[in-house]
């Protein structure tokens, strides 16, 4: 047996990893039933697909709005202190979802309310799970849990959409007639499920030790601590370039892959199997790159910053050539190599944060990354979606994949990227 395995040996036999690990992995299978029958249950009440939209959209509103209030919260009160909260207000949630549906009493204004509950829950669940983990292991098995945790959420996102689709198929998705008795049964009973999910994850959360947690310093007003959270991300380069340059990043890349791709199937692939063949693919990819991020540990092409500039400069290179393919086998081929180094990159990027930030900013530091990528997607699709009434699809991959390599070759040249390291952030700066 190597270091490696032997290091994944001795952190699979740590039960608070366990716990955490199994809490994380069924409330993540529910949340795919959810994601799944939410929308769904929109569209086939309404028959809108832009009502669809507008319930999906106001769920990641507040999720956006109040995700730097949530990690705020968590850095006060401990990750483990707020993820229970959440997981119970999630399950009373989805629980009432369940209840109206299986009462076939489904109102859209009630929907889309307890939708944007949903996600004003998340806004503070989201930064409480990504600082979770480091409260439970010890800094140096960080990248090792951190590619054992991805990668068995990342099966969830393949497994899950496939046993809602079971769910519906056994007890009926309303696509037929909402109003017939229990023609939306499936429907509730994915519900109800993910309801059950965060019940037993709560359970196994209980059962945790934090055990690498960061002194209470004095409670401040939240705003105040909100402030202090992007001061410090700001006052230290290393995060200030990162997080700048990945949100410069995600707004151009953002949008082709959640527009263009579906763009794509539909008009040159064959439609929705293409689209799903392509995403699984990228899925299964992801899973792989997220597995070698485990296997290869902290493996860096001369810095972790000089790390992530290659990778982008190779993702840039597949995207060219991803508009010009005439079959879905070429598509899938690219996106499996796009999903490998994005895997790999998801592990890294997450372990890296996790030990350059003080562990009593950490929570508002992942509310800031994850922030940026949410505030950004909006306004990508919008822009990718107004670009494809100009351009060609060849020209919008191409486009996309030219300023990612270029936005890579100008932080080599022009900013600190290039000198990121894998070292924790400076005390002065911390």
Known sequence: MNDRQSERAALLREPDFRWTMGG???????DQFTLIALPWLVLVSTGVPLKMGLVIAMMSIPRAIFILLGGALVDRYSPRSVL??????????????????????????????LGVLIGFAS??????GTSMLPTVVAPA?????????????????????LLAGLLFALFGDGSANTRAPGAVTG???????????????????????????????????VLRAVGAGIAMVWNDTALRT???????????????????????????????SALGLIMGVHGAGSLAGMALGG???????????????????????LLIPLGLVAATWQAAGLMLVIGVLGGYMQVAVFSWLQQRVPRAMLGRAMSIFMFIFMG???????????????????QLFGGAGLFLMGTALLAWLFTPMSTVSDKPSPPAQA
């Not at 994380?24 to 529910?30: H, K």
């Not at 994850?201 to 934090?210: D, E, F, N, Q």
């Not at 990162?242 to 040159?268: H, I, K, R």
């Open 295 to 317: 296997v290869l540990g902290k493996f860096r092409v001369r810095n972790f910053g000089t790390t992530v500039l290659l990778v982008d400069v190779l993702v840039g290179l």
């Open 242 to 272: 990162c997080m700048l340059y990945w949100g410069l990043c995600a707004f151009v890349v953002g949008g082709t892959m959640q527009v263009a791709l579906p763009v794509l199937a539909g008009s040159v692939l064959h439609g929705a």
């Open 376 to 394: 950004v997607a909006p306004l990508s699709a919008a822009l990718t979606g107004w670009l494809l009434q100009h351009m060609s699809l060849a």
């Open 84 to 113: 229970i909260i959440t997981r119970f207000v999630n399950a009373a949630l989805l629980a009432l979802l369940a209840t109206i549906v299986f009462a076939n009493r489904i109102s859209l204004p009630v929907v889309c309310t």
């Open 141 to 161: 098995q960080l990248p090792m849990a951190n590619a054992i945790m991805m990668g068995v959420r990342q099966l969830t996102m393949l497994a899950g959409p």
């Open 123 to 128: 806004a503070f669940s989201i930064p409480a």
């Open 24 to 30: 994380a992995v069924i409330t993540s299978l529910g």
């Open 187 to 221: 429907i509730g009973v994915a519900f109800a499920l993910d309801a059950l999910s965060f019940l037993v994850a709560t359970w196994t959360l209980s059962k945790v030790r934090a055990l690498h947690v960061a002194p209470a310093g004095s409670p401040e007003p």
